[in-house]
């Protein structure tokens, strides 16, 4: 009889996790099995102890000719339908390379980085912010595969709920600074662009590697504008534009490097990063919130002037 394999799963975690509701809590209590089931038929032996983020446990493993990668096992859930489709066009070009896959669960093997050197270990924000640039540059020059989810639609969602959410926000200028954005994405959701967009990109989603000095990591796949992109390399180390003691100029500037890496239109980018700043309030109303976020309120009206 064959002895069954099964993982530890870190308490917090598992508290995290499953605070999520029910569903979060039925697939953490499988994840033990689930995890030694694909140890079993990748045949992979564990190389360290499991980290984890919001939404994943990531498994240091080694394959059976000894190469160094990573299990990763995450809940099959819209975000993470499409990683594979996406990880598999990019090729390793710029992102962590996808190694195995299966489908039904969304476990991914994949190659192994340095989880201790983020991109956010880079002390000079202008360097770093170049490298992020570079990388984003490669990642949206890839047209993307059929299947992905589309900033068209996502757009029209947007569009359609703005009315609705935006009497929940406390303040009248959050408010109109909300019918803005809306209003930007409505002007640009006919041209909602064909590029394969990482939807995450930040400091700490882009890891040090061997095949290459620095490699992303977690994408959610989307079919888009490159603009769609930008703000979450916006407010990377938020602290730090603040302390400038100008933060239009400093979130101009930054905003300025992206583009000119990515070749932008800056109007459109503009429109973009608005419409992105409209999602991340909607989901703040959705959660009950009724306040936008401080950096995501400087940066939209940093931007607004330029709309």
């Avoid at 967009?197 to 490159?226: F, Q, S, T």
């Avoid at 419409?275 to 939209?300: F, H, K, M, S």
Wanted: with cysteine.
């Amino acid at each position: 009889m064959t002895k069954s394999i099964s993982i530890d799963v870190p308490d917090a975690f598992a508290a995290s996790y499953g605070a999520h509701g029910a569903e979060a809590r039925a697939w953490i209590a499988e994840l033990p099995r689930l995890g030694g089931e694909f140890l079993d038929r990748w045949e992979l032996r564990p190389d360290g102890p499991p980290a984890y983020g919001m939404a994943s446990l990531v498994l240091p493993v080694l394959r059976s000719d000894g190469t160094p990668a990573v299990l990763k096992l995450q809940q099959l859930r819209e975000e993470t339908a499409g990683t594979a489709t996406g990880l598999r066009a990019w090729n390793g070009d710029g992102i962590v390379r996808l190694l195995d896959h299966d489908e039904s669960s969304a476990t991914q093997l994949l190659e192994r980085l340095d989880a201790t050197r983020p991109l956010s270990s880079v002390p000079d924000d202008t360097t770093a912010l170049r490298i992020l640039a570079e990388l984003m540059a490669r990642l949206t020059s890839v047209p993307a595969p059929q299947g992905l989810r589309r900033l068209a639609d996502l757009a029209a969602a947007m569009l359609d709920q703005a009315p609705r959410a935006v009497p929940a926000l406390r303040d009248p200028a959050e408010q109109r600074l909300v019918r803005t954005c809306a209003a930007a994405v409505a002007e640009l959701a006919g041209e909602a662009g064909d590029r394969l967009l990482h939807w995450d990109l930040h400091y700490d989603n882009v890891l040090a590697g061997e095949r290459e000095p620095w490699l992303a990591i977690d994408p959610e796949p989307l079919a888009g504008d490159p603009g769609f992109e930008l703000l979450p390399a916006l407010d990377n180390r938020w602290d730090e534009v603040e302390a400038t003691g100008d933060v239009t100029r400093a979130v101009l500037r930054r905003f300025d490097l992206l583009t000119e890496a990515l070749g932008l239109d800056r109007k459109r980018a503009v429109g973009w990063t608005l419409g992105r700043v409209l999602q991340n309030a909607l989901w703040d109303v959705e959660d009950g919130r009724t306040a936008l976020e401080p950096a995501q309120v400087a940066i939209a009206t940093a931007l607004s002037h330029r709309w």
